[in-house]
C-alpha cells in the first residue's frame, strides 16, 4: 500500500531561519511521481513541485530546494531564509502511473504547519 | 486558462437536504479527482475519474454520496440526504497525462459544505 508521512505536525521558526520539511514515502511501484503542496491560510491548494521517479536530481527554485533520494524514500523540501509570506500548511503528496500513463490518485501525508514569525 | 473552477464556494445547508458540488475542468486535462479535507482525517480521495469512466470510487463514504461526470469538462458531487459529518471542504482536482507539462495536478478553490 501506498503511504506518506510527514511527521513533523507543526514547525515554528523566526524570520530568515531555514527550515525542512521532511516527507518519508511508501510505494511499491517503480514508477511514480512525488508532489508537494502548500496551503495558505486562504485555503487553496498550491502546487509546488512534480518529481517522478527516475530523476533524483534535486532541485532548487528560489528559496525552495528539494531533495529526493530514493535509497530513503524521503522527499524533504527546504526553504531558505524564510518568509512570514511563507507560514502554510505543506503537504506531500504520492501518486502512481496508471497503465497508459495517466496519473493515479493522489496520495497525502497529513501535513506540515509552518509558523514563521517576524 | 481559468484554472479548475468549483462552485459554490460556501454552501450551508440543513441536516437531510441534498447538497450538489460542481467542478469545471481545466480545457486538455483528462482526469478528475475529488478529495474532501477535514481535520481529523485531512485529505482523502473520494472518487476519480479518468476520460469520464470511474476508476477508483472506494472513497466515497457511502450511498448518499454520488459523483457524475457528463461530459469532458464537467463533473458534480451530490450528497442526498446531508448529515452533519459531511462537513468538510471539498476539493476538486484535474490533470492530464505526464510528459505533456510540467504541472501537476491542479485543484479549485474548494466547497466549504457546513451541513447543521
Known amino acids: 500500500a501506498q503511504k506518506v508521512t510527514q511527521a513533523q505536525t507543526e514547525i515554528s521558526v523566526v524570520e530568515k531561519e531555514d527550515v525542512t520539511l521532511d516527507c518519508v514515502y511508501e510505494?511499491?511501484?517503480?514508477?511514480?511521481?512525488l508532489f508537494w503542496y502548500k496551503q495558505p491560510p486562504s485555503g487553496e491548494l498550491v502546487f509546488l513541485i512534480r518529481?517522478?521517479?527516475?530523476?533524483?536530481q534535486n532541485e532548487i527554485s528560489g528559496r525552495y530546494s528539494w531533495n529526493f533520494q530514493k535509497s530513503t524514500s524521503s522527499f524533504n523540501f527546504t526553504i531558505t531564509a524564510s518568509q512570514v509570506v511563507d507560514s502554510a500548511v505543506y503537504f506531500c503528496?504520492?501518486?502512481?502511473?496508471?497503465?497508459?500513463?495517466?496519473?493515479?490518485?493522489?496520495?497525502f501525508g497529513k501535513g506540515t504547519k509552518l509558523s514563521v514569525k517576524p | 486558462d481559468a484554472g479548475v473552477i468549483q462552485s459554490p464556494r460556501h454552501e450551508v445547508t440543513e441536516m437531510g437536504q441534498e447538497v450538489t458540488l460542481r467542478c469545471k475542468l481545466i480545457s486538455g486535462h483528462n482526469s478528475l479527482f475529488w478529495y474532501r479535507q477535514t481535520m481529523m482525517r485531512g485529505l482523502e480521495l473520494l472518487i476519480y475519474?479518468?476520460?469520464?469512466?470511474?476508476?477508483?470510487d472506494s472513497g466515497m463514504p457511502e450511498d448518499r454520496f454520488s459523483a457524475k461526470m457528463p461530459n469532458a469538462s464537467f463533473s458534480t458531487l451530490k450528497i442526498q440526504p446531508s448529515e452533519p459529518r459531511d462537513s468538510a471542504v471539498y476539493f476538486c482536482?484535474?490533470?492530464?497525462?505526464?510528459?505533456?507539462?510540467?504541472?501537476?495536478?491542479?485543484f479549485g478553490s474548494g466547497t466549504r459544505l457546513t451541513v447543521v
Open positions: 503528496a504520492l501518486s502512481e502511473a496508471n497503465y497508459g500513463g495517466s496519473q493515479g490518485n493522489l496520495i
Open positions: 482536482a484535474s490533470s492530464r497525462v505526464p510528459g505533456q507539462g510540467v504541472d501537476g495536478y491542479t
Open positions: 518529481r517522478n521517479s527516475f530523476d533524483e
Open positions: 510505494t511499491r511501484d517503480t514508477t511514480y511521481y
Open positions: 475519474f479518468n476520460n469520464n469512466v470511474p476508476i477508483d
